[in-house]
C-alpha cells in the first residue's frame, strides 16, 4: 500500500513557476513509477510527466519545456517544477505510483493516486 500526498499549489500570474511536491509512504517508493497528471473542470485527466524508477522522464508536447519532474527516492518524494506557466495549466494536478512500466500515459496505469493539489494561472 502507497500514501500519497500532494502539496505546493496554488494561484500564480502567467509566466510564473510552481513546484509541486509529492510525498509518498512506504519502503519500496524508489522502484515505483511516479507520473503526475492534471484535470481540469469539465475535463478528463490529463497526463503530464512521468518518472521511471530508473531516472527516465517523458512529457507530453503539451508541457514539454516547460515542466520537469524529479525524484529523490532517500525522500519517498517526487516533484514537479513547472515553469512559464499559462491559464490553460490551470487544474487539479495529481500524482500516482505504479508498480508497471508501459501503459503510464493513461491514468488506468497507475495503483495509487493522491488527493491532488490546485493550481490556479491568471492571466
Known amino acids: 500500500q502507497v500514501q500519497l500526498v500532494e502539496s505546493g499549489g496554488g494561484s500564480v500570474q502567467a509566466g510564473g513557476s510552481l513546484r509541486l511536491s509529492c510525498a509518498a509512504s512506504g519502503r519500496t517508493f524508489s522502484s515505483y513509477s511516479m507520473g503526475w497528471f492534471r484535470q481540469a473542470p469539465g475535463k478528463e485527466r490529463e497526463f503530464v510527466a512521468i518518472?521511471?524508477?530508473?531516472?527516465?522522464?517523458y512529457y507530453p508536447d503539451s508541457v514539454k519545456g516547460r515542466v520537469t519532474i524529479s525524484r529523490d527516492n532517500a525522500k519517498n518524494t517526487v516533484y514537479l517544477q513547472m515553469n512559464s506557466l499559462k491559464p490553460e495549466d490551470t487544474a487539479i494536478y495529481y500524482c500516482?505510483?505504479?508498480?508497471?512500466?508501459?501503459?503510464?500515459?493513461?491514468?488506468?496505469?497507475?495503483?495509487?493516486w493522491g488527493q491532488g493539489t490546485q493550481v490556479i494561472v491568471s492571466s
Open positions: 500516482a505510483a505504479s508498480s508497471k512500466v508501459y501503459g503510464l500515459v493513461n491514468p488506468g496505469g497507475y495503483d495509487y
Open positions: 518518472s521511471w524508477s530508473g531516472g527516465t522522464t
